[in-house]
């Protein structure tokens, strides 16, 4: 976007990901700001272009909404990707790992499990497909100019567990398979295998298509 407008304001909450984004954009229009959407520090009216591209997944919809609403001068443009849907498979792993997930778990564990339920509804919870897309923005007051659902990627993956590693390097999981014992993380670790293998070829590849809705709005 950069080379095409007076300046871009990149926002996200990692610092990690704005170190890597400024090393990446070999321009002075672009400037980073840490801080999540909901508390977007930047006056009302400061941006005619708003783009969001899987960073407001685990955002609160009213929140965010507002808060992008808020930036934007009137007659402004939203531009949203998103993930649609966890696959089947995704959701069959989750299941398998709530069932192996240790009864007494480590405060560490309690405080993250908890952690997780005070976040209550986020963005996935309320934002299934591209008709939630477009009754959520006109009610926080935009006009949407369309919303679709896509696959635009098909990623083959030479064997099941790649998919089950990216599965389980997010924190709240991987917690979860650290915290049992020996027997079930290996019991847990072949159930997964198993139930990722009934998608997979006849050479073992696993093909994965996420789906993504698109959406532009304008306020």
Known sequence: IAPHVRRVVGI???????????RSVSTPRFSGVRAAVEDAPFKGGAFSLVVASFGL??????????AIKRCLAPGGRLAIQEWGPADAASRAVDDLLAAY??????????????AQDSLGPLWRDYLQDADDYADWLEDAG??????????????????????LRYLLAWTFRSREVEAMAPD????????????????????GSLIWQPTVIRVRARR
Do not use: H, M, W, Y
């Open 57 to 66: 997944n685990a955002t609160e919809p009213g929140r965010s909404l507002r």
């Open 12 to 22: 996200d909450l990692s610092a990690c990901s704005l170190f890597v984004a400024r």
């Open 142 to 163: 935009f006009a949407v100019l369309d919303a679709a659902e896509c696959a635009p990627v098909r990623i083959r993956l030479d064997v099941v567990d790649v998919f």
């Open 101 to 114: 997930a240790v009864a007494k778990p480590d405060a560490a564990l309690v405080a993250l499990r908890e």
């Open 184 to 203: 079930a993380r290996s019991a847990f670790l072949a159930a997964a295998r198993a139930r990722l293998a009934q998608d997979a070829g006849p050479d």
